[in-house]
């Protein structure tokens, strides 16, 4: 052997191992998912972390919106294949013509307190119900969401006219100082804030309910959609996503409470450890059932967010199905 | 050295009145930590070498934005100058568009251009073409007509004119709406990456607001105060080095 290809075969050799991820890598799909820096999607950072969508073939790009909601725009749009997003926003859009598609679970409510959700009020504010909420001004992150629709329900379900109440939007990091400076004089909290509120505020602010938990005890909450149309033409792509996802989602089940768990939030959510040891935790789930849509639309047609909606059944991607 | 100016005290009684207010309780929330933590976050994050790396992508796609955007408002002045029906044709387009607040145009251009430096490169390019525009078309109004008409008579071809003669001449509005245009350009590129994506300062500063640590939130806050005000220095420093000639004439700019 010359030298030229002594040094050759060396070099073939070295490069090598460098190639093989390269060449794998080359075969992986990738999708871009739009994701909310929040607890509930711990299962699809697990996923990643753990090699699950690489199993898959898939290459998992998230984008995190903090503030805005470009996930379902986004997804309109061509720029995500799939978004995170609260079940009555998925489905206002679907009311307004836009063909979503449910194509993984991710999380429900608690079936007993503590539940990731929570209403605070000022201490020695008086306000202990819904009744005591009517003409007052009550805040949730966004209207016409999850949060605003379970809170007017559980205005409505302890006494209260939610037509009578005055619905404002403060963003979660402003809601504790808007709520204990008397802007507001309720909010619709959700973790990690309802916690962060009553480590740093618990002087001036209470809990009085958990008003998720209180009205729809394991009822739908968040999940990953698609449009119908590229769920339909690629629906191996949305196999192998939620196959993964399912995982990641097993992984967590397996750790909750854990050190490990809190490591990985932390690390996407950029929340202290310290702080979400003591938040409270949604249900993860694999399955979305045609019950929980249904009671959704349900609600949502009672609370003045009704319209015409395909059945559940149709709503639902087969990944997603139990 | 130079002693501190009074400017300068300023500023620290305004650090140290953030300091007292925090630890007294005089602003009683966790969203108003003490300067001193703030800096410390500042340290930690520019250590561990994020907020550099932050920075110099938050810079990156603002110059990009910035170059295409006087490249193209240097252009379409000189159009306007060179035509009277390009200024009839396009002139009232430009004066519609022109007063749009460009973070108002973020969630549609995110339609057509996504979530990336695409877009967010668009966005910096369309804050500094406006300015770059009108500065183009006044500095044209102002090159003296007996400079281009002793060139003319000299024979000087008609695209040496544009290079020795009109560019020079309208170099200090173009830099005086450069200028204007670079305090913008980082404005809107920082709301930009607060809107979509996740990429520069302005995702930290969003991304940390939610993570509830406002040490980190104050430190995004304070590097972009720190680059702004750098930015305009150099920018300072690079306009006395390429129109000095213009200001030891007496004008200014």
């Known amino acids: 052997m010359n030298e030229i290809t002594r040094r050759a075969a060396l070099g073939a050799t070295l490069a090598l191992p460098l190639a093989a991820p390269a060449l794998k890598a080359q075969g992986l799909t990738r999708l871009r998912v739009s994701v909310i820096p929040v607890l509930d999607v711990a299962p699809l950072h697990a996923a990643i972390a753990q090699g699950y969508f690489r199993e898959e073939g898939l290459e998992i790009d998230t984008s995190t919106t903090a503030g805005g909601a470009t996930g379902l725009p986004g997804v309109v749009a061509g720029q995500f294949r799939i978004a995170f997003t609260n079940t009555v926003s998925a489905l206002l859009g679907v009311r307004e013509g836009l063909d979503f598609r449910f194509v993984a679970a991710a999380v429900r409510s608690q079936p007993n307190p503590p539940d990731t959700m929570a209403i605070l009020v000022r201490k020695g504010s008086g306000i202990t119900n819904g009744k005591g909420l009517e003409g007052k001004r009550v805040a949730s992150n966004t209207r016409n969401n999850i949060v605003w629709l379970r809170g007017m329900a559980w205005i409505e379900k302890t006494g209260g006219d939610w037509r009578k109440v005055n619905a404002v939007e403060v963003p979660f990091p402003q809601m504790a100082d808007a709520l204990a400076g008397g802007q507001i004089d309720a909010g619709l909290f959700s973790e990690p804030f309802v916690t962060a509120a009553l480590q740093t505020h618990g002087d001036k602010l209470e809990r009085i309910g958990w008003f998720i938990q209180e009205t729809a005890p394991n009822s739908s909450v968040a999940h990953y959609v698609a449009m119908k149309e590229d769920a339909e033409r690629n629906p191996e792509i949305f196999e192998r996503f939620a196959r993964a996802l399912a995982k990641g989602t097993d992984w967590v089940n397996a750790r909750l409470g854990q050190p490990e768990l809190l490591e990985l939030i932390s690390g996407f959510s950029r929340v202290p450890v310290a702080r979400l040891k003591d938040c409270a935790f949604t249900v993860y789930v694999k399955q979305i059932t045609e019950a929980e849509i249904a009671e959704v639309i349900a609600t949502m047609t009672k609370f003045g967010l009704g319209g015409r909606y395909p059945a559940p059944d149709q709503l639902i991607f087969r990944t997603a199905k139990a | ?253």
């Not at chain 2, 990009?64 to 240097?74: C, F, N």
């Not at chain 2, 302005?202 to 640590?213: D, E, K, P, S």
């Open chain 2, 1 to 253: 050295m130079r002693r501190p100016t009074s400017g300068f005290w300023l500023v620290l009684a305004l650090f140290l009145l953030w300091e007292v207010s925090a630890r007294t309780g005089m602003v009683d929330s966790p969203n108003w930590p003490p300067f001193s933590q703030v800096l410390a976050a500042l340290a930690r994050d520019t250590l561990s070498g994020e907020i550099p790396l932050l920075v110099g992508s938050t810079l990156a796609r603002m110059f990009a934005g910035l170059a295409a955007g006087t490249v193209v408002g240097v252009a379409v002045g000189l159009l306007f100058g060179a035509s009277r029906l390009a200024t009839r044709v396009l002139g009232p387009t430009v004066e519609l568009v022109r007063p749009i607040p460009i973070p108002a145009i973020i969630p549609p251009l995110v339609l057509f251009l996504g979530l990336d430096n695409g877009m967010k490169i668009t966005i910096a390019a369309v804050t500094a073409f406006f300015p770059v525009l009108t500065n183009t078309a006044q500095g044209l109004r102002a090159v003296e007509a007996d400079q281009l008409a002793m060139a003319r008579t000299f024979g000087v071809p008609a695209w040496r004119r544009l290079f020795l003669v009109t560019l020079p001449a309208i170099l200090p509005y173009v830099m005086a709406g450069l200028r204007v245009a670079l305090a913008l350009a980082l404005v809107t590129t920082v709301v930009a990456e607060m809107i979509a994506g996740e990429q520069g300062v302005g995702h930290y500063l969003v991304l940390m607001q939610f993570a509830g640590r406002a040490e980190e939130m104050y430190a995004a806050v304070l590097v972009l105060a720190l680059l702004g005000y750098a930015l305009n220095r150099g920018f300072l420093w690079l306009e006395r080095r390429l129109i000095g000639w213009f200001f030891a004439t007496g004008r200014d700019g």
